[in-house]
């Protein structure tokens, strides 16, 4: 009955390889999000999913591609990954109109490149 | 353009000691103001959060909060600190319409026996 679930939690591959992280929400909020929190645990977001669409994408490079086939589930993709992509990558939702009651996070997928 | 200043990456007290972690922001529009904590290897956690109405906030595990809107600051206390109080603990400021969290860079709490 988790909230908001990522897989995979732990993520090892080489340089330039391709992967994906998912991320499933259960309870019915229309936005979603991806933060990148980095060694010194800053935590920036990445992109924000409102209904499936795009409507926050800061400054993050195109090889960084978010999906989101429906509301409840938001995908990050990554191609040709860097040592510099090595972070903690959480996904979080929220409702929209409702910013009085924060964000549920799931609890991060570790990245780690080699 | 809103943002959160903590004040001390790192805060060291002892066990039964009063707890103080610092949240400074700044915000064009009255805020909603939010600490999450995050314990190693774990996603992050609500403790209170700070909407409208009363300026004390009372969270899980005993934290309160109070907003001071002329001192734009939203500190985090405990009265007592308990050893599996340690961890890293983060400020976040939002505005309704946009509903997007500014985090704070993080303050790690460590307790002392």
């Known amino acids: 009955d988790t909230a908001v679930s990522q897989t995979p939690k732990y993520l090892v591959t080489q340089m330039g390889n391709d992967k994906s992280i998912k991320c499933e929400q259960n309870?019915?909020?229309?936005?979603m999000y991806w933060y990148k929190q980095d060694s010194k645990k800053f935590l920036k977001i990445m992109f924000s999913y409102n209904n499936k669409e795009l409507i926050i994408n800061e400054t993050v490079p195109n090889r960084f591609s978010p999906k989101s086939p429906d509301k409840a589930h938001l995908n990050l993709h990554i191609n040709s990954l860097e040592l510099g992509d090595s972070a903690v990558y959480f996904c979080?939702?929220?409702?929209?109109?409702?910013?009085?009651?924060?964000?549920?996070f799931g609890s991060g997928t570790r990245l780690t490149v080699v | 353009a809103q943002s959160v200043t903590q004040l001390g990456s790192h805060v060291s007290v002892s066990e039964g000691a009063l707890v103080l972690l610092r949240c400074n922001y700044s915000s064009s529009v009255p805020p909603y103001l939010f600490w999450y904590v995050q314990y190693p290897n774990q996603g992050l956690q609500l403790l209170l959060k700070?909407?409208?109405?009363?300026?004390l906030v009372k969270g899980i595990n005993g934290f309160e909060a109070e907003f001071k809107k002329s001192e734009t600051s939203f500190h985090l206390t405990k009265p007592s600190a308990h050893m599996s109080d340690a961890a890293e603990y983060f400020c976040a400021v939002s505005k309704n319409a946009g509903n997007m969290l500014t985090f704070g860079g993080g303050t790690r709490l460590m307790v002392k026996p």
């Open positions: 979080a939702s929220s409702q929209v109109g409702t910013g009085a009651y924060g964000y549920t």
């Open positions: 700070y909407t409208t109405g009363a300026t």
């Open positions: 309870l019915g909020h229309d936005t």
